[in-house]
């Protein structure tokens, strides 16, 4: 095993490539002149990458990290397969660019894409990146360490408001109010927050006694409210998702991994507006410019087993979502954050119900995908 393979256990790796498999193997694969193209977002230590490269004899990887310690250490264990496996420090709203280039249709898109979201083991074990509370460490938690401000930077800097908007909005955290005020107030009296198991502390210090008892280590959601400001988590996601939609080809497709609710809302939600018709519930068929350009593969979002929670912690939260893009981007781009919630797609005027288009069979898919309005 490399050192990747040791610090890091792929979640459903299994489940992954089996949802990954109609997009790059799909019926007659044997026939196909181009090899097929997975570009995986979040390479971490390549796990689930090596899965896929063993699985698929000719697919070729594009490994996206913004992690350059994460690149180092899987492009070593992948070194084995060759030209087959290429590796991009940046980050993973960049997939569009990254697609264009790796393209093996010519048009920018790919076969599939996969998302593997939140931290690696690596970046929860180095004790020196400040991303566990369980290790005392300096307050970094930057994903790449090269730029950007820390927490610790946050917490000498920001004001109590945003402090508690930060615990509040990405940690989901009640006590947010009591723990921004207990960090500020230790800022005004020379003694500021200065490394995890101080924080910790602060934390400890600022949650009723009641509240400390239930619902596991009351750090936890202080620690992931900062970890997501200081990576800008959640607005690099929501930008990505809609450039990987629109970055596979038609039959291609995103099989996304999550570990907290937040990431998971913005993933479903852009699935499902895509799986969805805009059409008015009253017309007999649905236009072809309205029709849902996104299949939904898994039926809500699948977990983990107790088998894999048992033999690896890390699955307990996931919640895994996949879809396949039934219309072209071109055609019916998933719409970018800032652009409104219909985006391009609902902004084109709607044909009248006699210029109909498409063919009987395409109707009733349509139809049916009307049916799924509501999940
Ligand atoms: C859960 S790990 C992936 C583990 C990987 N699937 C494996 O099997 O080894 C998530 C990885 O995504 C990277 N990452 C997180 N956010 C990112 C972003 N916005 N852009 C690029 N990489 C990101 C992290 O640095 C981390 O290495």
Same mark, same amino acid.
């Given at each position: 095993?490399?050192?990747?393979?040791?610090?890091?256990?792929?979640?459903?790796?299994?489940?992954?490539?089996?949802?990954?498999?109609?997009?790059?193997?799909?019926?007659?694969?044997?026939?196909?002149?181009?090899?097929?193209?997975?570009?995986?977002?979040?390479?971490?230590?390549?796990?689930?990458?090596?899965?896929?490269?063993?699985?698929?004899?000719?697919?070729?990887?594009?490994?996206?990290?913004? $992690?350059?310690?994460?690149?180092?250490?899987?492009?070593?264990?992948?070194?084995?397969?060759?030209?087959?496996?290429?590796?991009?420090?940046?980050?993973?709203?960049? +997939?569009?660019?990254?697609?264009?280039?790796?393209?093996?249709?010519? $048009?920018?898109?790919?076969?599939?894409?996969?998302?593997?979201?939140?931290?690696?083991?690596?970046?929860?074990?180095?004790?020196?990146? %400040?991303? &566990?509370?369980?290790?005392?460490?300096?307050?970094?938690?930057?994903?790449?360490?090269?730029?950007?401000?820390?927490?610790?930077?946050?917490?000498?800097?920001?004001?109590?408001?945003?402090?508690?908007?930060?615990? /509040?909005?990405?940690?989901?955290?009640?006590?947010?109010?009591?723990?921004?005020?207990?960090? +500020?107030?230790? /800022?005004?009296?020379?003694?500021?927050?200065?490394?995890?198991?101080?924080?910790? $502390?602060?934390?400890?210090?600022? +949650?009723?006694?009641?509240?400390?008892?239930?619902?596991?280590?009351?750090?936890?959601?202080?620690?992931?409210?900062?970890?997501?400001?200081?990576?800008?988590?959640?607005?690099?996601?929501?930008?990505?998702?809609?450039?990987?939609?629109?970055?596979?080809?038609?039959?291609?497709?995103?099989?996304?991994?999550?570990?907290? &609710?937040?990431?998971?809302?913005?993933?479903?939600?852009?699935?499902?507006?895509?799986?969805?018709?805009?059409?008015?519930? $009253?017309?007999?068929?649905?236009?072809?410019?309205?029709?849902?350009?996104?299949?939904?593969?898994?039926?809500?979002?699948?977990?983990?087993?107790?088998?894999?929670?048992?033999?690896?912690?890390?699955?307990?939260?996931? /919640?895994?979502?996949?879809?396949?893009?039934?219309?072209?981007?071109?055609?019916?781009?998933?719409?970018?954050?800032?652009?409104?919630?219909?985006?391009?797609?609902?902004?084109?005027?709607?044909?009248?119900? &006699?210029?109909?288009?498409?063919?009987? &069979?395409?109707?009733?898919?349509?139809?049916?995908?009307? %049916?799924?309005?509501?999940?």
């Amino acid at each position: 095993m490399t050192d990747a393979a040791q610090r890091h256990v792929p979640v459903l790796l299994e489940r992954c490539l089996d949802l990954l498999a109609p997009a790059i193997q799909p019926a007659g694969a044997s026939e196909r002149s181009v090899t097929p193209v997975l570009i995986d977002c979040t390479l971490g230590m390549g796990g689930h990458t090596e899965g896929a490269l063993t699985r698929f004899e000719n697919l070729t990887v594009i490994g996206i990290d913004r $992690d350059p310690e994460a690149i180092a250490l899987a492009s070593e264990r992948l070194a084995r397969f060759g030209d087959r496996f290429r590796a991009v420090r940046t980050t993973y709203d960049h +997939v569009d660019d990254v697609a264009r280039e790796a393209s093996p249709y010519g $048009d920018g898109t790919v076969d599939a894409v996969l998302m593997d979201l939140g931290v690696s083991s690596l970046q929860l074990d180095d004790a020196d990146r %400040g991303f &566990s509370y369980a290790r005392t460490a300096p307050l970094d938690m930057r994903m790449d360490q090269s730029q950007g401000r820390t927490a610790q930077e946050i917490l000498d800097t920001a004001d109590e408001r945003e402090i508690g908007r930060i615990l /509040r909005v990405y940690g989901e955290e009640r006590f947010a109010p009591r723990i921004a005020r207990t960090i +500020v107030r230790r /800022r005004e009296d020379g003694d500021p927050v200065a490394t995890t198991q101080g924080l910790v $502390d602060v934390v400890r210090a600022s +949650v009723p006694a009641a509240a400390r008892r239930t619902g596991g280590n009351p750090s936890k959601r202080t620690f992931q409210a900062l970890r997501i400001a200081v990576n800008a988590e959640l607005e690099v996601l929501e930008a990505a998702v809609p450039r990987a939609l629109n970055s596979v080809r038609v039959g291609g497709r995103l099989v996304v991994e999550s570990y907290q &609710s937040l990431e998971d809302r913005i993933v479903k939600q852009a699935m499902v507006a895509g799986a969805t018709t805009n059409a008015p519930a $009253d017309l007999p068929f649905v236009p072809e410019d309205a029709a849902p350009y996104l299949e939904l593969v898994t039926h809500g979002a699948e977990r983990a087993d107790e088998e894999e929670q048992a033999r690896n912690p890390r699955s307990a939260p996931v /919640r895994l979502r996949a879809a396949t893009r039934l219309r072209p981007a071109s055609d019916a781009p998933a719409p970018e954050p800032g652009t409104g919630t219909g985006g391009a797609r609902r902004d084109r005027p709607r044909p009248a119900p &006699s210029r109909r288009s498409g063919t009987r &069979s395409d109707t009733r898919d349509h139809a049916r995908a009307r %049916g799924r309005r509501s999940r």
